[in-house]
């Protein structure tokens, strides 16, 4: 069974970039821009996950769509 749910999100706030993992083995690579970071899909279609970081780096929000 194909699944979009993230199974692993690694974020590097001080390289403004995260990876992210879906349970259908699908790996997307982002980078932060305003204190959002948006999707940069590696292959095939990707839910978009939206992440807010406060100013001083702390995670605040992830959510996807």
């Known amino acids: ?21 879906l349970e259908n083995g699908a790996v997307y690579h982002g980078s932060m821009d305003n204190s959002q970071l948006l999707p940069l899909p590696a292959a095939g279609d990707s839910p978009v996950i939206h992440i807010a970081f406060s100013h001083d780096g702390s995670l605040l929000t992830v959510s996807t769509k």
């Open 1 to 21: 069974m194909n699944s979009n749910k993230l199974i692993r999100l690694v974020l590097s706030p001080n390289e403004n970039s995260f990876i992210s993992e």
